[in-house]
């Protein structure tokens, strides 16, 4: 069997190449995303963003 | 340092406008990147091939080599908005170089660690001190140092300065790390998708690749366009406080 789900002494390597990138680019999203929130409340917190 | 009302209006005119073309752009832009990436993964993980020499290892590519590429093109995109800061004073380039610096620091460390674990199973060590290594480590540096000098300031406005003639400068590392392969014995192969005479990968592998690149460049500017939003708002909430 070949593929991502093979079964290989080097398939550790591959796993954690891709679950590495995985938590780092989903933790960098979900960061931005808070960010964006907390930022537009506090904005409209101080009156300052318009209705959207 | 109170900016006067013409730099006060300057500066809201054009990120005015950004933010409603963000605001336009930025779902239809994540649901491609989110459908992209899907696309990039089926093919990297279940349609490409094992390599004849590598055999399952050569999947890290296609998240090592877009992340390696996308690190180098962001710092190109860092000193761009440094010198449009500099040069012209561009309010928004300054919030979109704070924006964007995080996300190559990312591309930049996915880069170093998938190569390592790229490194161990191939060349038998996670870590050597090679040219191509060595640049590349100095490059997630140069994130971090543009990182820690934007906020190093009281006066947002000293940062940006500071960080952009930091990102000038190590512009140079950018051809460094290209040609490192060809400039020094390295342990690390030479190019072989952007090389004279063409691409020395086969279609099989060279096509997840192209795809993941494609997929991680939209989530590149999907993120940029989203946290230049928050930088405009941040810059706000400071200049109202």
Known sequence: MSGFFASGPHMPFVWGAYAVT???LAALVLLSVADRRRARRELAERGLERRR | MAPSRASNLHFLANPARFRRFSAAVLPALAVVTALALAVGLYFATVVSPPDYQQGETVRIMFVHVPSAWLSMAGY??????????????????????RASAPIGASFAAICLITGSLWGRPMWGAYWAWDARLTSMLLLFFLYLGHIALSRAYDDPERGDRAAAILSLVGL??????????????????????????????????????????????????????????????????????
């Not at chain 2, 908005?81 to 380039?93: D, K, M, Q, Y």
């Not at chain 2, 072989?192 to 500017?221: D, E």
């Open chain 1, 22 to 24: 995985f938590v780092v």
């Open chain 2, 172 to 241: 140079i590392n950018l051809p460094i790390i290209k040609f490192s392969v060809d400039w020094w014995n390295t342990l690390h192969q030479p190019a072989s998708v952007a090389r004279l005479g063409g691409p020395a990968i086969h279609s099989s592998i060279l096509v997840p690749l192209l795809i993941m690149f494609a997929a991680l460049l939209l989530l590149y500017v999907t993120l940029v366009l989203l946290r230049t939003e928050t930088e405009i708002d941040r810059r706000r909430l400071e200049a109202a406080a």
């Open chain 2, 76 to 97: 190109a995109l860092l000193a761009g908005l440094g010198a449009s800061l500099l040069v012209w004073r561009h309010p928004l380039a300054a919030l979109m170089a």
